[in-house]
């Protein structure tokens, strides 16, 4: 883990804080790419605050499709993978690992 040192911290308290809360993000951060990409897809919608319909319209494909990738039922297509990975802000990589290695 990488630690940033701050030089403008107001005080040791407030340092502290902001380094308690990096390493929160950090761990957060190792947790989510342990997941499957399924899962991974679901955490990033919750984060957004997103509906399931809500994505789906998004990324321009039915409730019912989005549902069946969120429950691991059927993997997107590579221009689904592209568009659903730009919606949620991720690169396609760290969604799908190795499903976009063997397609790139």
Not at 78 to 95: F, Q, S, T, Y
């Amino acid at each position: 883990m990488k630690i940033t040192k701050y030089k403008n911290c107001q005080n040791v308290a407030s340092c502290d804080n902001i380094i308690i809360a990096e390493v929160i993000l950090l761990k957060i951060a190792e947790i989510i790419a342990k997941l499957p990409w399924y899962k991974k897809i679901a955490v990033l919608r919750v984060a957004n605050d997103w509906e399931q319909e809500e994505i789906a319209n998004r990324v321009g494909v039915d409730r019912r499709i989005y549902w069946n990738w969120e429950n691991g039922i059927h993997i997107p297509v590579k221009g689904n993978r592209k568009r659903l990975a730009n919606v949620l802000g991720v690169p396609e990589g760290e969604i799908f690992g190795e499903i976009y290695r063997k397609s790139s």
